[in-house]
């Protein structure tokens, strides 16, 4: 079956535009993550969906960074005013009910902010 | 406090040699604990997974790891590495109580020589 797809996979912004990030998670997944990593490390969350229910932002850096999944499927991960250190490789995780953890990763789109 | 720690930035290895990577977690409690594969320019690859039971258990393309309670640790290892295993490769925990995020370790990057 399909897994986790995202686009676009590459993305170059110019400091302080906007970009929108697109998650399609693998079918019937109802739970979603966001993580982000930098060049050289490990990956960090950013947020976490169960359906269409945000249930946790605590790791999104700034109020620029913001996420919705409105029918509990699609998710998008919208950064607003891209700075240069927002660059970094941006993964998306799908889980499915009976394990949270589990979690199968897309490719990634890789951001620069120039 | 909640932390992974993979303390080899980076392993080279032969051909033909086993492998070794090592990961230790701080939690009060027996976690959830995954072992990740990521090559260039790809996401993350689950290769196995620890929830509960026998301590050491199998993955995928000849991987196993071992979870040691004592020492809080989870380490992978393969008897007999291929050019094909060279990738970055994280440690991932999941900490039962509260988020239903992962924490990832800061990866090992593998190199073979032939």
């Known amino acids: 079956g399909a897994g986790v797809s995202q686009s676009p996979r590459y993305k170059v912004a110019k400091r302080g535009q906007d970009v929108a990030l697109r998650c399609d998670p693998i079918?019937?997944?109802?739970?979603l993550f966001w993580y982000q990593q930098a060049l050289g490390q490990g990956p960090e969350f950013l947020t976490y969906f169960q359906n269409e229910a945000q249930l946790d932002k605590s790791g999104l850096p700034s109020d620029r960074f913001f996420a919705e999944r409105p029918e509990g499927s699609v998710s998008t991960l919208k950064i607003q005013r891209t700075q240069q250190e927002d660059s970094a490789v941006y993964l998306c995780?799908?889980?499915?009910?009976?394990?949270?953890?589990?979690?199968?990763f897309g490719p990634g789109t890789r951001l620069t902010v120039t | 406090a909640q932390s992974v720690t993979q303390p080899d930035i980076h392993i080279t290895v032969s051909e033909g040699a086993s492998l070794e990577l090592r990961c230790n977690y701080s939690?009060?409690?027996?976690?959830?604990l995954f072992w990740y594969v990521q090559s260039p320019g790809q996401g993350l690859q689950l290769l196995l997974k620890?929830?509960?039971?026998?301590?050491l258990v199998q993955g995928i393309k000849g991987f196993e790891a071992e979870f040691k309670r004592s020492q809080s640790s989870f380490n992978l290892r393969k008897p007999s590495v291929h050019w094909s295993d060279a990738a970055e490769y994280f440690c991932a925990v999941g900490f039962i109580q509260g988020a239903q995020k992962l924490v990832f370790g800061q990866g090992t990057r593998l190199t073979i020589n032939p």
């Open positions: 995780a799908s889980s499915g009910r009976d394990s949270t953890y589990e979690q199968y």
């Open positions: 939690y009060g409690a027996t976690p959830y």
């Open positions: 079918s019937g997944h109802v739970s």
């Open positions: 620890y929830f509960s039971g026998d301590t």
